[in-house]
Nanobody, 126 residues
Framework: QVLLVESGGGLVQAGGSLRLSCSAS????????MAWFRRAPGKEREFVAA????????YYARSVTDRFVIAGDGAETTVYLRMNSLKPEDTAVYYC???????????????????WGQGTQVTVSS
């Protein structure tokens, strides 16, 4: 069992920045990856960004490209999400997820996420 603990959410004005962190109690597989998803009120959960240690690449949803930056640590247990130029539409509960991917699958929305965090609220005021 892997426990994910998120931190860093809060209230910020539009145009501001926040950094989320997610620490895992361990890793369980090769081709390990961690990702952030979010769920806004009344909407379905959506992918935000992912980091894959197997190729040291970052993956982003179009809505956050050029504004958000995801990074993973060398121990492969923590992932960070730096969110810049925040907009009111970024308001949501952000969830960290951990799992694995296939070598030839470059779509992080299809990766297998076995573990999820409890979520952290991000609120962007206009």
């Amino acid at each position: 069992q892997v426990l994910l603990v998120e931190s860093g959410g809060g209230l910020v004005q539009a145009g501001g920045s926040l950094r989320l962190s997610c620490s895992a109690s361990g890793r369980t597989s090769r081709n390990y990856a961690m990702a952030w998803f979010r769920r806004a009120p009344g909407k379905e959960r959506e992918f935000v960004a992912a980091y894959s240690w197997s190729d040291n690449n970052q993956y982003y949803a179009r809505s956050v490209t050029d504004r958000f930056v995801i990074a993973g640590d060398g121990a492969e247990t923590t992932v960070y999400l730096r969110m810049n130029s925040l907009k009111p539409e970024d308001t949501a509960v952000y969830y960290c997820a951990a799992g694995s991917r296939s070598d030839d699958d470059y779509d992080p929305t299809r990766w297998k996420y076995d573990y999820w965090g409890q979520g952290t609220q991000v609120t962007v005021s206009s």
